[in-house]
């Protein structure tokens, strides 16, 4: 059974980078495609990033100039840092796996981690 | 840039009705995916490549469509399907998501 959990701080602070793990057990991923989506309180859902699993990265062209996405296999993580936080950063943040290179939805995801971005 | 917009923005339906989603596409899309989600909980994935059911999904959920237009069937509501439902298309390496439909218990 394929699960994911995402971990990162309870609150940031504005100007400061917001930093999540997703840790993944039942599947390795190294051999498949992982993303990361977000949910402001009440809003509908924003894509962020994926990594493929040979590294290459895309990103959501509206927050591409702050995020990034990568990889540690040796731990089977992967990680989302996005710099220059606003309020407007406040949101559930869900880490999901795409199962295949050519599998272009989110078949598994985490139960997500609220990070409310406050002073 | 692909902008996915769904109707209606909410519905009320009793149990052992029919329930139809929208989905709308700025552009044609070839792939699009549907999901269920509960109060406090993640998506869940329910169709995929338009009409395809994911693993474990009852039969009562089918998608269909093309191009720009698409639907979400439920052919008989149960008390457990009254939740949001959001589409979602990737086109251009570049995923998107529908503002969401809410299915409320009329």
């Known amino acids: 059974q394929v699960q994911l959990q995402e971990s990162g701080p309870g609150l940031v602070e504005p100007s400061e980078t917001l930093s999540l793990t997703c840790t993944v057990s039942g599947a390795s991923v190294s051999s498949n495609e992982w993303g990361w989506i977000r949910q402001p309180p009440g809003k509908g859902l924003e894509w962020i990033a994926y990594?493929?699993?040979?590294?290459?990265?895309v990103y959501n062209p509206s927050l591409k100039s702050r995020v990034s996405i990568s990889v540690d296999t040796s731990k089977n993580q992967f990680y989302l840092k996005l710099t220059s936080v606003t309020a407007a950063d406040t949101a559930v943040y869900f880490c999901?796996?795409?199962?295949?290179?050519?599998?272009?939805?989110?078949?598994?995801w985490g139960q997500g981690t609220l990070v409310p971005v406050s002073s | 840039e692909i902008v996915l917009t769904q109707s209606p923005a909410s519905l009320s339906l009793s149990p052992g009705e029919r329930a139809t989603l929208s989905c709308r596409a700025s552009e044609s899309v070839s792939f699009l995916a549907w999901y269920q989600q509960k109060p406090g909980q993640a998506p869940r994935l329910l169709i995929y490549?338009?009409?395809k059911r994911a693993p474990g999904i009852p039969g009562r959920f089918s998608g269909g469509g093309s191009g720009t237009d698409f639907t979400l069937t439920i052919s008989s509501l149960e008390p457990e399907d009254f939740a949001v439902y959001h589409c979602q298309q990737r086109s251009d390496w570049l995923y998107s998501f529908g503002p969401g439909t809410r299915l409320e218990i009329k």
């Open positions: 999901a796996r795409q199962k295949g290179m050519y599998e272009y939805h989110f078949d598994y």
């Open positions: 990594i493929y699993h040979n590294g290459r990265t």
């Open positions: 490549d338009i009409s």
